[in-house]
């Protein structure tokens, strides 16, 4: 019979192995034991930072989640938002396809259930320093730009990866939306470059997806502007002013009549979020005094908490919400934002052409997929189909998916195209500038089949599950 004194070593013996690779393959100090208000989940959270300059004390805030199931053999992905100068952590992680929303009173935390941790791990960093959390001991640093951002990128991720080091090998995804156009594609170019010069490590890059993504800013610009009149947004006066008179591709050569016609028609964002045109729009000053009430503001509209943004900031500012996320960490003399302020980020770069560097990941046998969400008309859909389109041919690839519907179980899920087995561009139905913020259920069909390397459906599925 054995002793109750074996039972207990025996019991320890376990406890400090499984402590031990915890240790070894995970950040003790790192890990989130629960965020205020959260609702019980069975999968892990990270949360810290990384030094990417240590001399001039530049820190990067990160926020992990694993996988609901199986996280030990789900991949790994990087969501990037945009601006430049906004954060992933309160975008991505907060608002769009992570696990958690805030509720409506700002002060606590409801589940996503159609979050993107269902198909992946998930890695969200503010980016560069001076977003969000994030920050440099010395103020030049702000004084930032693509390649800057990048570099530092490519600093956090094998540092990061030092830190969890079971994650090296995994297959990673490099993802974002917006100014992520810029961020991403540069992102995988230095990453490969990196992998063909290293001995060592490599990264296990399997792939690049971009929501409504800056690929070139004079064609996206112009194209904003058809999407307003095509939509009733502007009149037909002032869009063949636009037209005639505006070189978006030298902003310096813009007619005193353009920019007369550019001002008048962006009196609309007032009143309509051009982010998702059909959306209603919330009122900050109304909101934000019920948050400091502690009521419930939750605006619905078509079936999205239109405040959401104001309900974020509300929590991530509460003290005890940065206690949990170990974020913060130098007391910064400023509230957390979603978009960043204090950026000097360079202008020019916003006209770097990216069709090249994804030329060079596409070359490179990464698969690349552009997304669309079809009521975004900051950077609508029209111009990234025709880049894509246009890339496609510079690179000789034939058509080998014709554009046509995609299904989510048994509605059309948006319309896709595919070039060569390795670029598609896909749209997603009733979604917009955030694809997973409007249209979650179809969002998560769509990521989880660029994960598993499957094709969009191509007809109705009744037995279709979002839960890959």
């Known amino acids: 019979m054995v002793s109750s004194r074996a039972v207990v070593m025996a019991i320890m013996v376990l406890v400090t192995v499984q402590w031990l690779v915890f240790a070894e393959g995970y950040p003790e100090e790192d890990l989130v034991a629960r965020l205020p208000g959260q609702p019980n989940v069975g999968f892990r959270q990270f949360a810290g930072y990384v030094d990417v300059d240590s001399a001039n004390g530049r820190s990067l805030f990160y ?41 409506g009173d700002g002060r606590g935390l409801r589940l996503n259930s159609m979050s993107w941790n269902k198909a992946s791990n998930l890695l969200f960093v503010e980016s560069p320093a001076g977003v969000g959390w994030s920050y440099s001991n010395r103020s030049s640093d702000y004084n930032t730009g693509d390649k800057s951002t990048v570099n ?32 991403i594609p540069q992102l995988a170019d230095v990453i490969l470059s990196y992998n063909s010069r290293s001995s060592g490590f490599k990264f296990n890059v399997k792939g690049i997806a971009i929501g409504n993504p800056l690929l ?4 996206d610009f112009a194209a904003a502007y058809e999407y307003f009149w095509s939509h009733g947004m502007i ?39 051009s982010y998702h045109i059909l959306l209603d729009v919330c009122y900050p000053s109304i909101v934000q005094q019920e948050l400091r009430l502690k009521k419930m503001v939750t605006k619905i509209s078509m079936v999205v908490d239109v405040c959401i943004t104001y309900e974020r900031s509300f929590y991530f500012n509460l003290p005890e919400v940065q206690n949990a996320l170990h974020a913060n960490r130098t007391r910064l003399p400023y ?25 060079r990941i596409i070359q490179n046998q990464t698969p690349v997929w552009i997304f669309s969400g079809d009521q975004d008309s900051v950077i609508p859909l029209q111009s990234s189909r025709t880049l894509v389109r246009e890339l496609a041919e510079d690179l000789n690839f034939k058509t080998t998916i014709p554009y046509g519907a995609w299904f989510h179980k048994e509605q059309v899920g948006g319309w896709v195209t ?27 069909h769509m990521f989880s089949s660029f994960v598993n390397g499957r094709r969009l459906p191509n007809k109705p599925d009744l037995k279709s599950s979002t839960d890959d």
């Open 63 to 103: 926020y992990y989640v694993e996988a609901v199931k199986e996280p030990d053999t789900k991949p790994l992905t990087l969501w990037l938002n945009g601006g430049p100068g906004c954060s992933s952590v309160g975008g991505g992680a907060f608002t769009e396809l992570g696990p958690f929303y805030p509720t």
């Open 152 to 183: 530092d990128m490519l600093v956090f991720l094998l540092r990061w990866f030092n830190k969890f080091p079971e994650l090296k090998s995994r297959d990673l995804f490099l993802t974002g939306e917006s100014y992520a156009g810029h961020y």
């Open 216 to 219: 070139k800013l004079d064609r």
């Open 235 to 273: 009149s037909d006066e002032v869009r063949l002013t636009i037209m005639n008179q505006c070189d978006f591709a030298n902003p310096k050569n813009m007619s005193n009549a353009c920019i007369y016609a550019i001002v008048e028609s962006s009196v609309l964002t007032e009143y309509i979020n």
């Open 335 to 359: 509230e957390w934002t979603m978009c960043s302020n204090r950026l000097n980020y360079s202008g020019i770069d916003g006209y770097i052409d990216m069709l090249p560097s994804l030329k």
């Open 418 to 444: 595919e070039y060569g087995n390795l670029l598609t561009f896909a749209t997603v139905r009733g979604a917009a500038h955030m694809v997973p913020y409007a249209e979650p259920s179809r969002a998560l």
